[in-house]
């Protein structure tokens, strides 16, 4: 009788971790696109918790954090992403970049901070056409259904916009002493705790964020609340390089073949909140000092590519899910 009932139970188990793993492989979805091994919900939940524009970037290519899977060079390395501020009287216009080579730069993504008339401050992040494809949108938001906040900087919500002004963030970019941060690094330069890893399979990656597709802290909009006409008229970088690479589908070895859906399109907006203003009028930058360091002072360079992986690679066993468990 014992017999029997061990093995119902590991009978049941086993019908469990099937469904399981199943609907893991029905819900895993893909833009096809670069831009899906740097998932933006993960990047601006990071933005959220850092204090300082330093410790975001050092953040976001931190390792440990699983949140940067991109090599956009096709160099079998991860690449490293620099911060960089364009602000504009009470905006901020913080982009995300990437060194493609010597010459050619790439815009990862922008994290578009807009304070109103009222002081009330709200935030986007915008991925770069070229690897998100258009209006692909995250901001912050607070589901009806959650009572308090996980995280303590959403302190308004009206008509549906939540106003971030205590984010720690925040707050640093929008004090006095702050000036204008553009990270120091550059192709083959680069800070000492940064050491490039080979990039692992979308699979893998997907394990680590999707749980920020079902979440009721961050969501999709189809279009931004404000549009910033300095940064696309004259600030925005591309690479060819890039272009030719996704093109000539390169990208396409991070699914290993297979086919994922894509993600729904965000639902339009309610007849409540706030419109776009695509009216704004570039000005004229003021001139914001750098905190670039000196190339003498700088510490390590990139890995030369003999040193190169040939392929993507999975993460270690504890961290992987079982192939032959999730088939059956």
């Known amino acids: 009788m014992k017999n029997k009932f061990l093995s119902f139970v590991f009978i049941s188990i086993g019908l469990i971790s099937s469904t399981v793993f199943s609907q893991d492989e029905k819900d895993l979805v893909a833009l096809g696109l670069p831009g899906d091994n740097l998932n933006l919900y993960a990047v ?41 501020d364009y602000k504009e009287g009470n ?35 915008i991925g770069d056409e070229d690897l998100y494809g258009k209006n692909y949108i995250v901001e912050p938001t607070i589901h009806k259904e959650v009572i308090g906040t996980p995280n303590p900087g959403y302190i308004e919500v009206e008509n549906e916009v939540y106003y971030a002004n205590d984010w720690p963030i925040v707050v640093h970019l929008f004090s006095p002493l702050y000036t204008a941060y553009f990270s120091p690094w550059y192709w083959g330069f680069y800070p000492s705790y940064w050491s490039p890893w080979a990039p692992v399979y979308y699979y893998n990656y997907w394990g680590y964020h999707h749980h920020y597709y079902s979440n009721h802290y961050y969501r999709r909009l189809p279009d931004r609340r404000f549009f910033n006409n300095y940064y ?9 390089t890039v272009n030719q690479n ?7 070895g991070t699914y290993e073949g297979r086919v994922y859906r894509n993600p729904e399109t965000p639902r339009t907006r309610t007849q409540n909140e706030v419109p776009i203003n695509r009216n704004v009028s570039p000005s004229t930058r003021t001139t914001v000092p750098t905190t670039r360091s000196q190339r003498s002072n700088i510490p390590s360079t990139r890995h030369s590519k003999s040193n190169v992986p040939n392929t993507r690679t999975t993460p270690p066993s504890s961290t992987r899910r079982n192939e032959n468990s999730r088939r059956r």
Do not use: C, W
């Not at 850092?50 to 390395?77: A, G, W």
């Not at 790439?106 to 009330?120: C, G, N, P, R, S």
């Not at 996704?246 to 396409?252: K, L, M, P, T």
């Open 91 to 125: 905006d901020h216009s913080i982009v995300l970049q990437v060194a493609i080579n010597a010459k050619e730069n790439q815009d990862v993504a922008l994290i578009e901070i807009h304070k109103d008339k009222k002081d009330k401050i709200m935030i986007q992040i």
């Open 246 to 252: 996704r093109i000539s589908g390169v990208f396409n």
């Open 44 to 84: 601006l939940d990071i933005f959220q918790k850092s204090p300082t524009l330093e410790e975001f970037e050092k953040s976001i290519n931190n390792k440990n954090t699983n949140v940067n899977n991109l090599d956009l060079n096709n160099d079998k390395l991860v690449d490293y992403i620099k911060v960089i």
């Open 232 to 240: 696309y008229n004259s600030k925005r970088r591309t690479s060819q």
